[in-house]
């Protein structure tokens, strides 16, 4: 067999096994830009290397690339299929980044063209503005093996190793980001001014620490008065529709499983359990509905935690989720174990509540529920 001597042309395998070949070819210069292509899918080298020596003999001003895909075109394609594996809301995050930071960088350039080092250089750019640019990065990345898999290149240029180590912003102090018990006293007492309703709400997040969205999307079935606990099995989320050109539609509103795919009981306080009968005054199964007796926004927490510092101006500042941090923070001040609180929390590890991960006993539960009781 003679030996080949054209080193462009390179093998590759199919998942199925099957050889085929390939190769990438620069032809010169048209209009001050690169024309350079590739071919792939060539079942012998002497295939290959015919089509090469074609296109080699090209003049680049003659040149018309095949048809190709752009990255929004490709983006289209990927995201349809994306959005069937992962929840509405990261979906939802996942479109909110591309649209803002990928798309308007590369979204009209075609798949073949992008360079590692044009992408590095944009992501260098933007890590000097934007603390998660990884989070974009890693997008991108995915999009682009996506190309891969589908035989539009050969080869993922978005490499993460030419990435810049860290951001130049800084993160955003969260050291002050709680309450401590009389603080959140305070704040207690304030929301009770604006409403039954507003109380009732920042009262479930101070005494479990379950997450905003999780008490909006809360059903008064939920509540297990016999055993005095709460069921947490959903969170608010909006619910996507997918058009035709790989857009999406946010107009509907709905549930899905909470933060880590798993539901959880926590401890119903003897103070939530009394003022949760005073507040359940209309048949909706809904415990926070709007006047339509449709699911709040969850947005809706943030208005009301704004009335009650406008009620009172000299409250410390915090986020709504700031009040999860309370929690933890008060039981740690107060020697609750915290293998239980990790748990009625809802986190993975105890990397936040300190420790090694252990299934919630009853007792533990329990033992919450008193001290909750005894401090409020």
Sequence with gaps: MPKRKNTAIKPYKLKSGKKRYMFYIYLGQKNGQKVQTFRRGFKSYEEADAVYKQLAATNPQDFVKQKQYTVDQLWNEWFKRYVLDVKPSTAQKTY???NLHIKPEFGESYVDSL???????YFYSLAKEYKRYRTVF?????????AVDIELINRNPARSSLLPKKSAVKGRDTSHNFYTLDELKSFLDTAKEISDQVYFYFLILATTGIRKSEAIALHWSDFDYKHKTIHIQ???AYKLKIKGNGEIETNDYGT?????NETRVVPMSDLVYEVSLHCRKDLNPLVFHNT???YYRSSKADKWKKQIYEKNPNLKKITVHGLRHSFATIANDNGWNMVDVKNVLGHKSLDLTLGTYTHTTKNGEEEIRKDINGLF
């Design 96 to 98: 909110e980044l591309y």
């Design 115 to 121: 360079t590692t080092k044009t992408i590095s250089d």
């Design 138 to 146: 890693n997008y991108l990345h995915k999009l682009l093996e996506y």
């Design 234 to 236: 959903r969170t608010t």
């Design 256 to 260: 899905q499983i909470p933060k880590g």
């Design 292 to 294: 339509k007796g449709d």
